[in-house]
């Protein structure tokens, strides 16, 4: 498998590529696929999901799917109550100890089966010469979410607690790795031929804090998932202060976001490592020369390292039009070319 050789720095036809949030709403069918249902409905129904996934795979030749869902369903699994209008709010926020507390960990079989049953109906209907991506968020990002009950720009309240009581961010960062790992073993168990664990996040850190705080958290999630055959994705959203301190995740694959140069990362890192990225998203709504000249130089810059996945450097927009995906896709392919 193409997808998995390049994971592991084997020999590769051409270079491999998915694009995060390649199963979503800059697809018409997709936005066809939503009407009548709530995100969180959407996501909690293996079929719809199972359809969202292989949207993207009828259209282009992508060399993985991503099972359709969202972070937040583990959250929410833990006993914290999650709405989407549009925007991801949690009306019940975390921010004491005793909040913490009282969180369960959730069975992932019984508390999110119905992931489980979406990661089983999709391997089923992808080709075998292609992958499937499990994933979930990595604990900081969680935790960030569940303190401050959304999205912020600065994450005050987040960075409040961590600062304040580093023992109960630590006790939250905790039971979410104890969430997450079981959560995603149970996708890989599912048919999932590999997971990413996003830190979205986690580039809001300074170096100091990203390595005492979400660094370790996230390490604890990849040793406990890591198994022969089925890599582990770490994707750091603003990964240029931390890249050397992200490549000692353990993680199999260093996923690189759009704000730093992949030869810089690769340099950094070492030419052993395998790096996963990393065009800019909003490419997709330029010019197709421009788009394919972009492409061919990240190719280009991923031979030095050991194995390259390319992908966009963040989740791709819903203003994307469709043909400008099949443009990138002939590109990378092309470019990859052995």
């Known amino acids: 498998m193409r997808f998995l050789d390049a994971c592991y720095g084997r020999p590769v036809d051409t270079t491999p590529l998915w694009i995060m949030r390649q199963a979503g709403r800059y697809l018409p069918e997709y936005r066809d696929l939503r009407k009548g249902n709530d995100f969180m409905t959407f996501c909690k129904t293996p079929a719809l999901c199972t359809e969202a996934a292989l949207q993207p795979m009828r259209r282009y030749d992508l060399d993985a799917a991503i099972l359709f869902s969202d972070i937040l369903v583990a959250v929410e699994a833990m006993g914290v109550p999650v709405e989407f209008n549009p925007e991801p709010r949690l009306p019940r ?3 004491t100890a005793a909040d913490i507390a009282a969180l369960r960990i959730p069975d992932p079989l019984k508390d999110m089966g119905f992931v489980m049953e979406a990661v089983a109906k999709i391997r089923a209907a992808v080709p075998a010469d292609k992958a499937l991506l499990g994933f979930a968020g990595a604990p900081f990002t969680l935790a960030t979410y569940m303190i401050e009950g959304g999205g912020s720009r600065e994450f005050l309240h ?7 009581d580093p023992t109960a961010f630590r006790d939250l960062l905790e039971r979410i790795a104890d969430t997450i790992a079981p959560y995603l073993i149970a996708q890989i168990d599912a048919g999932a031929s590999a997971v990413q664990l996003f830190d979205t996040w986690a580039g809001l850190l300074s170096p100091a804090d990203f390595e005492a705080f979400a660094l370790p ?10 198994r022969e055959g089925v890599p582990v994705i770490y994707f750091v959203n603003g990964i240029a202060p931390l890249v050397e301190l992200a490549a000692a995740s353990e993680a199999d694959v260093l996923g690189v976001d759009f704000r730093v140069r992949l030869s810089d990362v690769i340099a950094r890192v070492g030419s052993d490592a395998v790096v996963q990225g990393n065009l800019d998203p909003s490419l997709l709504l330029g010019p197709a020369d421009l788009l394919r000249e972009r492409a061919a130089s990240i190719v280009a810059e991923g031979r030095a390292a050991k194995g390259h996945v390319f992908n966009l450097g963040h989740g791709i927009t819903k203003e994307t039009p469709p043909d400008n995906v099949t443009v990138l896709v002939d590109a990378v392919h092309q470019a990859g070319r052995r």
Do not use: G, H
């Not at 987040?158 to 304040?164: G, I, P, R, T």
């Not at 958290?217 to 890591?226: G, K, L, M, P």
């Open 217 to 226: 958290a996230a390490r604890a999630v990849i040793r406990r998932v890591r």
């Open 158 to 164: 987040a960075k409040s607690l961590m600062f304040n």
């Open 93 to 95: 926020p975390v921010r």
